[in-house]
């Protein structure tokens, strides 16, 4: 090997190896870099995995961290304005804060689509996908404090202790292309909880999410360090090549190196990414069409960017919309509201559009929806609190009946009380829709069998095609 290194120096330390590789990250190695099996690749074979014929491949989550409001979106109650400042028993619900009367929306609807779903008049994009979604109006969750209900619709559980939904899918399908992570989560800033939520926990370290911070849109500011401008990828490799060498070593002589496998792994990828992921990354490679279609905000690049990332086999692409929790409507709810629905009309419109036009929504499964929704009685005189007794979800895509809505709330939208649908069985309605039986894929750590939805969870059938 004509490698600058002569790996029989006996004064050459991995330290300097790695001193000198220079401001590419990519560098270390332990196997074949360049082949297409690399240590990314999935556990499926192994888990026999899946567990039956997949309606969908991949998923888009698009989550509205704040918990948006059910009742100015996908379930309208009109019984609100015959009620309007009064506090029947029905709603004499204890609240995270204290709420006082009936506040009814002004939000006007209208039938969408050969089903009829009413679509309130914010969303004139996406009442023309009405047709290919499914409305939740059911969902129920535990805590309606955020960082709680956060983890449990991220992780399954209500601490940052257990591995997300991303890692539990990669963990058990991989990605479909070994030159990009399985799992991306992308926000322009941190949502409440920060990076725990596409944590791995106890899984391998290979299957967390990649974290990617969206305020800029250039591939070279989202993945920073990642292009190695001092040497030429014939000399990465022939260093790659070496260090692999002393790492076959340093396994050799340890029986569960987890760790440095994780390692391992993550620099592994990091090399193959120079060669792919500038060009995925970049949505600069859309028409200009294109991109006015989707329009200039950070979630309208962030939802293109996660079709560019799905077009080329990401398993799981989290959008975070905004930094932090944007609707978290406490006060000026009305005003609030009305802005941020109107600026994820058109980019989920064209999401869908663009993933219909592709041939890639049938197998691509779309969801949205916060970790919770608002109540229907006013806060402080302007605001909604939280609601975790019953929200809307939707979902389209891989596998999902378009035009169906499930489940239903009362009369004012508090609780759900028709075909209830709890976080656990969201999670069991996704595993299924790819191919997987929630209650096998389990993963033994720290004397007990863990998964997903640890001892619950129902597969939603109502709603898959």
Same mark, same amino acid.
Not at 83 to 89: D, K, M, N
Not at 93 to 109: C, M, N, Q, W, Y
């Given at each position: 090997m004509n490698s600058p290194f002569d790996p029989t120096t006996s004064l050459l330390s991995r330290r300097s190896i790695l001193r000198s590789a220079g401001g590419g990250f990519g560098m270390l190695g332990l196997t074949d870099l360049l082949s297409q099996d690399a240590s990314a690749s999935s556990n499926a074979e192994k888990l026999g995995l899946p567990h039956f014929p997949a309606k969908a491949k991949r998923?888009?989550?698009?989550?509205?961290?704040?918990? @948006?409001?059910?009742?100015?979106?996908?379930?309208?109650?009109?019984?609100?304005?015959?009620?309007?400042?009064?506090?029947?028993?029905?709603?004499?619900?204890?609240?995270?804060?204290?709420?006082?009367?009936?506040?009814? *929306?002004?939000?006007?609807?209208?039938?969408?689509?050969?089903?009829?779903?009413?679509? @309130?008049?914010?969303?004139?994009?996406?009442a023309k996908h009405a047709d290919e979604m499914a409305i939740i109006r059911s969902m129920y969750t535990d805590n309606p404090n955020h960082a709680p209900a956060l983890c449990l619709m991220n992780l399954g559980a209500m601490t940052p202790t257990r591995p997300s939904v991303g890692s539990w899918l990669t963990y058990g399908l991989g990605s479909e292309n070994q030159d990009l992570p399985g799992y991306l989560a992308l926000c322009p800033g941190l949502p409440v909880v920060g990076p725990k939520l596409w944590g791995n926990a106890f899984l391998p370290g290979e299957f967390q999410g990649t974290y990617i911070h969206t305020k800029k849109t250039s591939p070279e500011a989202m993945i920073p360090h990642l292009r190695n401008t001092e040497l030429s990828p014939k000399l990465q490799k022939e260093q790659l090549d070496l260090v692999a060498a002393i790492n076959r070593q340093h396994m050799e002589q340890r029986t569960d190196a987890v760790d440095l496998e994780t390692r391992i792994s993550s620099m592994e990828l990091a090399y193959r990414m120079q060669f792919e992921?500038?060009?995925?990354?970049?949505? *600069?490679?859309?028409?200009?069409?294109?991109?006015?279609?989707?329009?200039? *905000?950070?979630?309208?690049? *962030?939802?293109?960017?996660?079709?560019?990332?799905?077009?080329?086999?990401?398993?799981?692409?989290?959008?975070?919309?905004?930094?932090?929790?944007?609707w978290d409507t406490h006060s000026n709810h009305q005003k609030l509201n009305g802005k941020l629905c109107k600026d994820i009309d058109g980019p989920i419109a064209q999401l869908l559009t663009d993933l219909k036009e592709r041939d890639l929504l049938d197998e691509t499964l779309v969801v949205w929806g916060g970790e919770f929704g608002r109540t229907p009685t006013v806060e402080g005189g302007s605001g909604r609190d939280h609601n975790p007794y019953g929200f809307s979800m939707w979902m389209a895509g891989g596998g999902i009946k378009g035009g169906t809505i499930h489940g239903a709330t009362d009369d004012f939208g508090f609780r759900a009380v028709q075909d209830k649908v709890h976080v656990h069985?969201?999670?069991?309605?996704?595993?299924?829709?790819?191919?997987?039986?929630?209650?096998?894929?389990?993963?033994?750590?720290?004397?007990?069998?863990?998964?997903?939805?640890?001892?619950?969870?129902?597969?939603?059938?109502?709603?898959?095609a």
């Open positions: 998923v888009i989550f698009l989550f509205m961290s704040g918990g @948006p409001s059910q009742l100015d979106t996908f379930d309208p109650k009109p019984d609100l304005h015959k009620y309007e400042g009064q506090r029947p028993a029905a709603v004499d619900i204890r609240t995270e804060r204290p709420t006082s009367g009936l506040s009814a *929306s002004p939000v006007k609807f209208t039938s969408a689509g050969e089903s009829g779903i009413p679509f @309130p008049e914010y969303f004139p994009r996406l992921a500038m060009e995925a990354f970049d949505i *600069s490679r859309e028409t200009q069409a294109t991109r006015d279609a989707y329009g200039s *905000s950070e979630f309208a690049e *962030s939802c293109l960017l996660a079709r560019r990332l799905s077009e080329h086999g990401v398993r799981m692409v989290q959008v975070y919309y905004g930094n932090r929790q944007p069985d969201l999670h069991a309605t996704i595993m299924h829709l790819m191919g997987i039986d929630h209650q096998k894929l389990t993963y033994h750590y720290s004397g007990r069998d863990f998964r997903l939805t640890d001892v619950h969870g129902e597969v939603v059938h109502n709603i898959i």
